[in-house]
């Protein structure tokens, strides 16, 4: 095996690999243990939703994290965490379809037709197909300008999301609120004025030798 | 009043339950087949949790092992710690922590209202006046899930009887302790606390209606409603109104705690009813707890036959 001499920033991607799995792993242990209460398909179905949501955050929250630290390897794990956060929303989708459903395309359609949070849900993982497909280098080669503007699309998948998240829960909306307001701050800080902002706050601080 | 047979009176042998087993070889099952077999060797099964509370003493034993249609009973296990009481946290499992040290005793129920002998009952005076039966119901909650529970309690027309409603009683209001103390979840203001619920009063004297004190042959425990509750087989959960301390015969409909809440997703009748869906969810699956297929929600829980005739002639669509 070659010894650990990953350049830094590879060691960091290998981080980022892990920790997005963690959730997964955490998952699978404690099904395997019989750790999932009484109704155990239901919390597959809502921990996988949950750890969708949960990195869909973490991906949109690299940029930020650059803007205001000027830290440039973050903007590496963007693609990585985006990625997983459409791994767990298929494992998401998956679970809703046989876990929950059992495939059972008639029982599914009585259930589901026209339930205005189930479309949100799916009007959301079709946006995140869209950007995972179209992830890689090639096609953002392939599709220069359009590629930012397709992948804009991204803070509408989380504000459906949030409201996904937030006509699934019964009363207590605190969680969706939550939720709602960090990805509402993330979009925030990706403003131009606020982004100049912050990077003349950066060019002060290099100026003043600190 | 309309004659019911009346589904889970004891039988003379009364058969332990061994359900355990089920909901366990299940969750295996479900977690070799998400690890994939990676994780499979992890599987190590535990013994299962010993009840919790105070009369965890006593084993929890029932006269049959199935309700009516042949449906199995749900877990103690599964019965004590998956609950919605929103008096003791919004996550299923909080009841069973939270309400670990609710006091059940003394209480008193006190009930008046539209009634010529208004009176305040103790529970230890009501389970002799009324000695319990064990009545084997299915509970449909809202939220598409189901169980099969063993109940001990004894029908809401012998107490209504007791303190002879007048001719201007239409219809029965039943509160809940306020005891922000004891209970920590009345302490936010998102519901119009106490939790009040309320039955016509055809469906209060109905034959199915149970006042329930026990469950699995031992004393409730608090999270299922201890020391009194509502029990209404073929309505949504949520009427089933838990820990009892007021009962009043009214003239006009009351507002319950959901209706208030959310008028457009809950109404007043909330009979269960699969074809006439929450705004939100669906109503014509549900998942019984312990079993992984989703089973079809049957008409008034499966007591159509019994209480049908109630609704004759109203539009359920609109009264719901
Ligand atoms: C067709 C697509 C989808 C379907 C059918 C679906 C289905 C569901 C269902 C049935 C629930 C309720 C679980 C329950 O409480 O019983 C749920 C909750 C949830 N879903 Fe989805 N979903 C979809 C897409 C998504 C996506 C794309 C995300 C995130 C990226 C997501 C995140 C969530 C979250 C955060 C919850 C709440 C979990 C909780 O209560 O803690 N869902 N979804």
């Given at each position: 095996?070659?010894?650990?001499?990953?350049?830094?920033?590879?060691?960091?991607?290998?981080?980022?690999?892990?920790?997005?799995?963690?959730?997964?792993?955490?998952?699978?242990?404690?099904?395997?243990?019989?750790?999932?209460?009484?109704?155990?398909?239901?919390?597959?179905?809502?921990?996988?939703?949950?750890?969708?949501?949960?990195?869909?955050?973490?991906?949109?929250?690299?940029?930020?994290?650059?803007?205001?630290?000027?830290?440039?390897?973050?903007?590496?794990?963007?693609?990585?965490?985006?990625?997983?956060?459409?791994?767990?929303?298929?494992?998401?989708?998956?679970?809703?379809?046989?876990?929950d459903y059992g495939f059972d395309v008639g029982l599914i359609w009585l259930d589901v037709a026209g339930k205005r949070f189930i479309l949100v849900g799916a009007a959301a993982l079709a946006i995140l197909v869209a950007l995972a497909f179209t992830s890689t280098g090639a096609a953002m080669k392939r599709m220069g300008r359009?590629?930012?503007?397709?992948?804009?699309?991204?803070?509408?998948?989380?504000?459906?999301?949030?409201?996904?998240?937030?006509?699934?829960?019964?009363?207590?909306?605190?969680?969706?609120?939550?939720?709602?307001?960090?990805?509402?701050?993330?979009?925030?800080?990706?403003?131009?004025?606020?982004?100049?902002?912050?990077?003349?706050?950066?060019?002060?601080?290099?100026?003043?030798?600190? | 009043?309309?004659?019911?047979?009346?589904?889970?009176?004891?039988?003379?042998?009364?058969?332990?339950?061994?359900?355990?087993?089920?909901?366990?070889?299940?969750?295996?099952?479900?977690?070799?087949?998400?690890?994939?077999?990676?994780?499979?060797?992890?599987?190590?099964?535990?013994?299962?949790?010993?009840?919790?509370?105070?009369?965890?003493?006593?084993?929890?034993?029932?006269?049959?092992?199935?309700?009516?249609?042949?449906?199995?009973?749900?877990?103690?296990?599964?019965?004590?710690?998956?609950?919605?009481?929103?008096?003791?946290?919004?996550?299923?499992?909080?009841?069973?922590?939270?309400?670990?040290?609710?006091?059940?005793?003394?209480?008193?129920?006190?009930?008046?209202?539209?009634?010529?002998?208004?009176?305040?009952?103790?529970?230890?005076?009501?389970?002799?006046?009324?000695?319990?039966?064990?009545?084997?119901?299915?509970?449909?909650?809202?939220?598409?899930?189901?169980?099969?529970?063993?109940?001990?309690?004894?029908?809401?027309?012998?107490?209504?009887?007791?303190?002879?409603?007048?001719?201007?009683?239409?219809?029965?209001?039943?509160?809940?302790?306020?005891?922000?103390?004891?209970?920590?979840?009345?302490?936010?203001?998102?519901?119009?606390?106490?939790?009040?619920?309320?039955?016509?009063?055809?469906?209060?004297?109905?034959?199915?209606?149970?006042?329930?004190?026990?469950?699995?042959?031992?004393?409730?425990?608090?999270?299922?409603?201890?020391?009194?509750?509502?029990?209404?087989?073929?309505?949504?959960?949520?009427?089933?109104?838990?820990?009892?301390?007021?009962?009043?015969?009214?003239?006009?409909?009351?507002?319950?705690?959901?209706?208030?809440?959310?008028?457009?997703?809950?109404?007043?009748?909330?009979?269960?009813?699969?074809?006439?869906?929450?705004?939100?969810?669906?109503?014509?699956?549900?998942?019984?707890?312990?079993?992984?297929?989703?089973?079809?929600?049957?008409?008034?829980?499966?007591?159509?036959?019994?209480?049908?005739?109630?609704?004759?002639?109203?539009?359920?669509?609109?009264?719901?």
């Amino acid at each position: 095996m070659r010894r650990l001499s990953l350049p830094k920033f590879a060691r960091y991607q290998l981080l980022v690999h892990l920790a997005a799995l963690i959730p997964l792993a955490w998952l699978i242990f404690d099904a395997a243990r019989g750790n999932l209460g009484a109704n155990p398909i239901q919390a597959v179905e809502q921990r996988t939703g949950k750890y969708a949501l949960i990195l869909m955050a973490a991906s949109l929250a690299c940029t930020p994290l650059n803007t205001v630290t000027g830290w440039r390897s973050v903007l590496r794990w963007r693609r990585p965490l985006g990625l997983y956060a459409f791994v767990y929303a298929a494992l998401h989708f998956l679970t809703f379809l046989g876990l929950d459903y059992g495939f059972d395309v008639g029982l599914i359609w009585l259930d589901v037709a026209g339930k205005r949070f189930i479309l949100v849900g799916a009007a959301a993982l079709a946006i995140l197909v869209a950007l995972a497909f179209t992830s890689t280098g090639a096609a953002m080669k392939r599709m220069g300008r359009r590629w930012k503007q397709l992948h804009r699309w991204v803070y509408a998948a989380g504000g459906l999301v949030i409201i996904h998240y937030a006509w699934a829960v019964k009363a207590d909306i605190r969680g969706p609120l939550a939720w709602g307001a960090l990805i509402a701050a993330l979009l925030a800080l990706r403003l131009p004025p606020v982004r100049r902002w912050f990077a003349r706050q950066r060019v002060r601080r290099r100026l003043q030798g600190r | 009043m309309a004659k019911t047979d009346i589904p889970g009176i004891p039988s003379s042998e009364i058969t332990p339950e061994h359900v355990y087993i089920n909901r366990r070889q299940f969750m295996l099952g479900l977690g070799g087949l998400a690890a994939a077999a990676a994780l499979a060797a992890c599987a190590a099964p535990s013994s299962p949790a010993p009840a919790v509370g105070s009369v965890a003493t006593l084993a929890p034993t029932a006269g049959k092992s199935t309700d009516e249609l042949g449906d199995r009973l749900t877990t103690y296990e599964d019965v004590t710690t998956y609950n919605n009481y929103y008096e003791f946290g919004t996550d299923k499992s909080d009841p069973a922590r939270q309400a670990k040290n609710f006091r059940t005793a003394p209480w008193t129920v006190q009930v008046g209202g539209l009634v010529n002998k208004p009176a305040t009952f103790g529970v230890e005076d009501l389970i002799r006046l009324f000695p319990p039966e064990e009545r084997i119901y299915r509970l449909r909650c809202v939220e598409a899930w189901s169980m099969v529970i063993p109940w001990q309690g004894f029908q809401l027309n012998k107490l209504l009887a007791a303190v002879e409603p007048t001719g201007a009683a239409k219809y029965v209001r039943f509160e809940t302790l306020n005891d922000p103390e004891q209970m920590p979840g009345q302490r936010n203001d998102w519901y119009e606390w106490p939790y009040v619920e309320g039955l016509r009063l055809d469906e209060a004297l109905h034959d199915l209606t149970l006042l329930a004190t026990g469950v699995y042959g031992k004393p409730a425990l608090p999270q299922n409603g201890a020391p009194l509750r509502l029990v209404v087989p073929w309505k949504y959960g949520f009427k089933s109104i838990k820990s009892i301390v007021k009962i009043d015969l009214v003239a006009e409909q009351p507002s319950s705690l959901w209706m208030v809440a959310a008028p457009d997703e809950y109404g007043f009748y909330a009979n269960v009813n699969p074809d006439v869906n929450h705004p939100r969810w669906s109503q014509a699956s549900e998942r019984r707890i312990g079993e992984t297929a989703r089973r079809r929600t049957l008409p008034f829980n499966g007591y159509a036959e019994q209480v049908a005739g109630l609704y004759a002639g109203m539009d359920l669509a609109k009264f719901y």
